[in-house]
């Protein structure tokens, strides 16, 4: 049976016609190909179904279907399919196999109006009156386009797929689920437990895990020593280890007062944001390009960056900081600094994983919504809110729905990301100076030419692309130029430089202060739910809201004119929502513990795991609100408990009860992260630089794809190793990341990371013994200890411990240690004594080399300072075939060593590095 006559059978119009009756009357396809795509866009439309659903209008009869079915369609199919369908291309951005493609239109605009031919551009084009002639090859005749104009009268009907009343409302059990899940429930009033004949319990944090201990006949082991704890909350605190004089102060002085005294320094330090501002760009996904198949950089990201670090330091209340990145355009300020602020933090909705290479544009788009509403639910919420694209969630309370009630909110956003869609593109095709959000204007005083500059190279570059329009495929155009060249290839080439100086002259990056963040659609409406997830088959309109996880009477209600981000901004922080405030708090204690209360700190719903101390969890998440959402009172109060200063210590009794530690009956011992890894290496060698450098190594980048062997990827990785900044300010571009922060379990940084990895494998090791930038250091150190005051060994031994490890040796050790610098020292003496016959150098002056896979050559300046990356010659390069593709060599560097002596002692401090002690917290 038909796709229409299950149309008017559905319609109830009391006629019947069968797919026979129907296929008889279509025109007969002139070729095979033609007849497959017709069969294949009826049977696309042929779904079971129950309601109308789409472009039905009250004025539109089965007549109307029917004469789209027999006259339009096939000519579509016939003359426009080729090169505007799904199943081939969208050239210009047009689709005229979907109606929405078709009202929606291209790069030119909507290519249909209902009910009036003379507007559409699709009547404009087959008539052959303009510029614009479709199709290219010849003229339809005059009786097929009169049928495009009578159809577009008629008001362009289109048969739609037709959807069950129920379709996208959920699950039966959905409401018994709402009702009794933890995680949904609103949070409730809790009082610490009373512990009977303890002394041990000083703060009600240690009364809930205390509780939980008996319960599982478990006591806490004895308090952590104080090197350990200074070293553990220096780096929970700071992400770098403390220094020796702070370390022999507090060994001397361990008192409480002192211990807090110490934390409110950390707290204070600009380090603090650092590191926190660091555990949040895990979660909001940072990158610096846009990954997936087609690479390109975004040379704005690190003001987000920024903007996060210095939210931290400043002790922004979470529930504003949350509001800022959702909504940041749509707040009240009070300053410009304030607005400025306000915008770079949207950029947490634009900084996600694009795929440019996407052939259409509503997939792009609803794939771009689709990353916003999952970073936003998973990292605010803890929901996989996503997985009620397509269908029902399989497991939380998630109906289809309410996903797309979500999405209407974020399709009425233009999300900037200052990229657009372009399958096979090349060069700057991928950037889109339109999608970025504008700070300001200038940057300087305006060119009072600027207009004229504009107006003259806009008229250049229509005059080369009418010249390259002329020869292309022409006898003309194949004959070759001065310099070999076809003609036709020369044309296009001036056309992409001239195109490249107006990009330069148009760019509001260039010309102004950007950045990279989202703002209200000119457009604002609720959209509607699409069938299977498929952007293009649209189901029933949803109108914007929230999800029902969290609701309570006087919640916000969207505000029409708006895109319902402020209203969503204010649902997801209101202190009535108890998951939003149940997962900060759950985060922060993942961070200080190694384990959340909750352990899957992504997820809270039915997949996830149970709350350890259910009523802690609460109880801190009533103690955040009441404390105006302080992220740093919550970490003091909570670092300093006993709780967290109990030692590593391991009970063998205890491992068999409780193997995890779920309990807290010790503290559980972490390895460093990977930043830690490198800026502790760094900050012990006495080379850490702890200014904030004023931009990315990433915003010099050309905003065209990034090739992982090419120039711009090698250039990434030189400024990462030759860089003693902080590891949270090294370029990361996805897909080339910085060696040291690769080989330790790095954030993924295409999705929502509350918690990364941790894996142990041989790479590690290896990176610890043989990477330059290790050795380097080491040999640093070395140098440092020799050329210092200590004036003998076992002193110097007694130093490095203390600055590497935060501890004293063992006498065991320095004995050790007195032996191998011994036998090291005499068996590189005797290596370099070998390879200096009849050399001129004396032994002193003589260099160990060590060979490494990096380049030591400086960073190329890509563009001055133009922050969109783009020159003159780079903006000129539009195809992505005329790029150089060869590998680029592996250079070798050279790591100088100026005697045996130093070589031995090079050798034990990269030890050190590669120890159990460097790596893991006590």
């Given at each position: 049976m038909s796709f229409f006559t299950k149309c008017l059978t559905v319609l109830a119009v009391g006629m019947a016609a069968s797919g026979e009756h129907l296929q008889a009357q279509v025109k007969t396809p002139a070729t095979a190909e033609e007849s497959r795509q017709v069969v294949s866009a009826q049977n696309s439309l042929n779904t079971r179904s129950v309601v109308v659903s789409g472009s039905l209008q009250d004025s539109q009869l089965p007549a109307d279907f029917e004469f789209f079915e027999k006259k339009v369609r096939p000519i579509l199919v016939a003359h426009c399919y080729t090169c505007h369908s799904a199943d081939n291309k969208a050239a210009g951005g047009l689709r005229v196999d979907d109606y929405q493609g078709l009202r929606n239109g291209g790069n030119r605009g909507s290519a249909v109006v209902p009910h009036q031919p003379e507007e559409s551009l699709l009547v404009q084009a087959v008539r052959y009156t303009g510029k614009l002639k479709m199709p290219p090859e010849e003229k339809l005749p005059d009786e097929k386009i009169q049928i495009l104009e009578d159809w577009i009268r008629r008001g362009a009907p289109w048969p739609r797929v037709e959807v069950s009343?129920?379709?996208?409302?959920?699950?039966?059990?959905?409401?018994?689920?709402?009702?009794?899940?933890?995680a949904w429930q609103p949070l409730k009033a809790v009082t610490p437990p009373v512990i009977q004949d303890s002394n041990w319990?000083?703060?009600?944090?240690?009364?809930?895990?205390?509780?939980?201990?008996?319960?599982?006949?478990?006591?806490?082991?004895?308090?952590?020593?104080?090197?350990?704890?200074?070293?553990?909350?220096?780096?929970?605190?700071?992400?770098?280890?403390?220094?020796?004089?702070?370390?022999?102060?507090?060994?001397?002085?361990?008192?409480?007062?002192?211990?807090?005294?110490?934390?409110?320094?950390?707290l204070a330090s600009p380090a603090f944001g650092e590191k926190w501002g660091r555990h949040w760009l895990d979660v909001s996904r940072?990158?610096?390009s846009t990954g997936s198949a087609r690479n390109i950089p975004y040379p704005q990201a690190y003001k987000y960056r920024n903007y996060v670090i210095d939210a931290f330091n400043k002790d922004k209340p979470f529930d504003r900081f949350i509001a800022e990145q959702v909504a940041g355009d749509l707040l009240p300020y009070s300053s410009e600094s304030e607005r400025i602020e306000n915008l770079v933090a949207t950029g947490f909705l634009a900084l996600g994983v694009k795929d440019v290479n996407q052939r259409f544009k509503v997939r792009f788009v609803m794939d771009n919504v689709d990353e916003a509403i999952d970073t936003v639910t998973r990292s605010v919420l803890g929901v996989t809110v996503s997985c009620a694209r397509c269908h029902d969630h399989k497991f939380d309370p998630v109906s289809q729905r309410e996903y797309y009630a979500l999405a209407g909110i974020f399709t009425s956003t233009d999300i900037l990301a200052g990229v657009r869609n372009k399958m096979g593109g090349g060069g700057l095709d991928y950037y889109d100076t339109a999608a970025l959000l504008v700070i300001s204007q200038t940057k300087s005083e305006p060119d009072p030419e600027q207009h004229q500059k504009v107006e003259k190279a806009q008229q250049a570059v229509a005059e080369a692309r009418e010249e390259f329009e002329r020869l292309r495929g022409t006898p003309e155009g194949q004959e070759k130029g001065p310099n070999g060249r076809p003609r036709q290839q020369m044309a296009r080439q001036k056309w992409n430089r001239l195109q490249a100086e107006l990009n330069l002259l148009t760019d509001p990056a260039h010309l102004g202060e950007v950045t990279l963040g989202a703002r209200d659609s000119k457009q604002i409406s609720d959209t509607e739910l699409r069938l299977r997830g498929e952007a293009e088959q649209l189901g029933?309109?949803?109108?914007?809201?929230?999800?029902?996880?969290a609701t309570w009477e006087g919640q916000p209600q969207?505000?029409?004119?708006?895109?319902?981000?402020?209203?969503?901004?204010?649902?997801?922080?209101?202190?009535?929502?108890?998951?939003?405030?149940?997962?900060?708090?759950?985060?922060?204690?993942?961070?200080?513990?190694?384990?959340?209360?909750?352990?899957?700190?992504?997820?809270f719903g039915l997949t996830g795991d149970t709350p350890s101390h259910p009523e802690l969890l609460d109880f801190l998440a009533q103690d955040f609100i009441q404390n105006g959402a302080s992220l740093k009172k919550l970490i003091r109060k909570i670092v300093l408990t006993k709780t967290y200063r109990l030692s590593t210590e391991n009970v063998a009794a205890y491992q068999?009860?409780?193997?995890?530690?779920?309990?807290?009956?010790?503290?559980?011992?972490?390895?460093?992260?990977?930043?830690?890894?490198?800026?502790?290496?760094?900050?012990?060698?006495?080379?850490?630089?702890?200014?904030r450098p004023e931009r990315s190594p990433a915003a010099e980048l050309k905003v065209i794809e990034i090739r992982n062997n090419g120039p711009e990827a090698r250039n990434l990785q030189v400024a990462a190793e030759n860089s003693t900044l902080r590891s949270v300010y090294l370029p990361l571009v996805r897909?080339?990341?910085?060696?040291?922060?690769?080989?330790?379990?790095?954030?993924?940084?295409?999705?929502?990371?509350?918690?990364?990895?941790?894996?142990?494998?041989?790479?590690?090791?290896?990176?610890?013994?043989?990477?330059?930038?290790?050795?380097?250091?080491?040999?640093?150190l070395a140098q440092s200890l020799l050329d210092g005051e200590d004036h003998d060994d076992r002193s110097r031994i007694v130093h490095a411990y203390r600055q590497i490890l935060g501890r004293d040796p063992s006498v065991t050790e320095v004995n050790t240690i007195v032996d191998y610098l011994s036998v090291y020292e005499k068996e590189a003496s005797i290596y370099l004594a070998s390879n200096t016959a009849g050399s001129s150098e004396s032994l002193s002056t003589n260099r160990l080399i060590a060979a490494a896979s990096s380049k030591p050559e400086e960073t190329s300046a890509a563009?001055?300072?133009?922050?969109?990356?783009?020159?003159?010659?780079?903006?000129?390069?539009?195809?992505?075939?005329?790029?150089?593709?060869?590998?680029?060599?592996?250079?070798?560097?050279?790591?100088?060593?100026?005697?045996?002596?130093?070589?031995?002692?090079?050798?034990?401090?990269?030890?050190?590095?590669?120890?159990?002690?460097?790596?893991?917290?006590?």
């Open positions: 009343h129920e379709i996208g409302k959920g699950s039966s059990d959905y409401q018994e689920l709402l009702a009794s899940h933890w319990a000083t703060d009600p944090i240690d009364q809930f895990v205390l509780a939980k201990l008996n319960d599982h006949n478990l006591s806490p082991v004895s308090d952590a020593d104080p090197a350990s704890l200074l070293r553990r909350v220096a780096f929970d605190l700071t992400g770098l280890p403390p220094g020796d004089e702070q370390l022999r102060a507090f060994e001397a002085n361990p008192s409480t007062e002192n211990y807090a005294q110490l934390v409110d320094g950390f940072f990158g610096e029933p309109v949803v109108p914007r809201g929230f999800l029902k996880l969207i505000t029409a004119g708006q895109s319902g981000r402020a209203e969503l901004a204010q649902w997801l922080t209101a202190p009535q929502n108890a998951i939003t405030h149940r997962v900060i708090v759950n985060r922060v204690w993942h961070h200080l513990f190694g384990r959340g209360i909750v352990s899957t700190v992504d997820n068999q009860i409780d193997p995890a530690n779920r309990w807290i009956w010790r503290h559980t011992p972490r390895r460093l992260t990977a930043e830690e890894i490198r800026d502790s290496i760094l900050a012990t060698t006495q080379s850490l630089d702890t200014s897909g080339i990341l910085p060696r040291a922060l690769e080989v330790f379990d790095f954030a993924e940084q295409g999705m929502v990371t509350g918690a990364r990895d941790q894996t142990t494998v041989a790479t590690q090791s290896l990176y610890l013994l043989n990477d330059p930038f290790v050795r380097q250091h080491s040999v640093r563009s001055g300072n133009n922050p969109s990356g783009a020159t003159n010659s780079a903006l000129a390069l539009a195809n992505a075939d005329e790029m150089e593709q060869n590998d680029l060599p592996v250079a070798l560097k050279k790591i100088s060593i100026r005697d045996s002596r130093t070589a031995a002692w090079g050798s034990f401090i990269q030890a050190l590095y590669a120890s159990g002690d460097f790596r893991y917290l006590k």
